[in-house]
T-cell receptor, first 114, second 109 residues
């Protein structure tokens, strides 16, 4: 029972480098989300995908791009990493995109940008 | 003003104590209310989910929603050291959840 799988678990980048965070879920969920979590700031929504083929901006989308590759996979890309993007990133998914259903989280990616 | 406010703590209690965690919110359109527990270096996991005003009990945990006051609470009875974690409230009108910043709880033996 894998649930939501994120890779990598840890990453260190230099300012200006690019990278893609991968997320996959095996629960046949329709909606997927990317959050970042910073001390004192809580979880903040970066982007979400309500269904395959759609993506929308969340609270803090600047500096990020996303791709909903298929129903299972939702990737987050940093084109030119900045120290302000040092954070823990969580991918999450939910069955129907309604509040009635459980939001499952991955175990997170700890990203440091030097 | 953030839509969801939650005291970050930390909150330290002795084992066996009753713990009360609270959140207030400003958006009266929120319909669904949740509490998540997050252990260090882990993703949040859902503890409680409620829809209407009132109480919902699950073992040692009770979730309370007061829509008229825009206030939700989580009570933990007979707290255990294993309850030491960060507790996040969350609420939604439909799609993306709005999270509180989380309250750090330490239960000491």
């Amino acid at each position: 029972n894998a649930g939501v799988t994120q890779t990598p678990k840890f990453q260190v980048l230099k300012t200006g480098q690019s990278m893609t965070l991968q997320c996959a879920q095996d629960m046949n969920h329709n909606s997927m989300y990317w959050y970042r979590q910073d001390p004192g700031m809580g979880l903040r929504l970066i982007y979400y995908s309500a269904s395959e083929g759609t993506t929308d901006k969340g609270e803090v989308p600047n500096g990020y791009n996303v791709s909903r590759l298929n129903k299972r996979e939702f990737s987050l890309r940093l084109e030119s990493a900045a120290p302000s993007q040092t954070s823990v990133y969580f991918c999450a998914s939910i069955k129907g995109g309604t509040g009635e259903e459980k939001l499952f989280f991955g175990s997170g990616t700890q990203l440091s940008v030097l | 003003q953030k839509e969801v406010e939650q005291d970050p703590g930390p909150l330290s209690v002795p084992e066996g104590a009753i713990v009360s965690l609270n959140c207030t919110y400003s958006n009266s359109a929120f319909q669904y209310f949740m509490w998540y527990r997050q252990y260090s270096r882990k993703g949040p996991e859902l503890l409680m989910y409620t829809y209407s005003s009132g109480n919902k009990e699950d073992g040692r945990f009770t979730a309370q929603v007061d829509k008229s006051s825009k206030y939700i609470s989580l009570f933990i009875r007979d707290s255990q050291p294993s309850d030491s974690a960060t507790y996040l409230c969350a609420m939604t009108t439909g799609y993306a959840l709005n999270f509180g910043k989380g309250t750090s709880l330490l239960v000491t033996p």
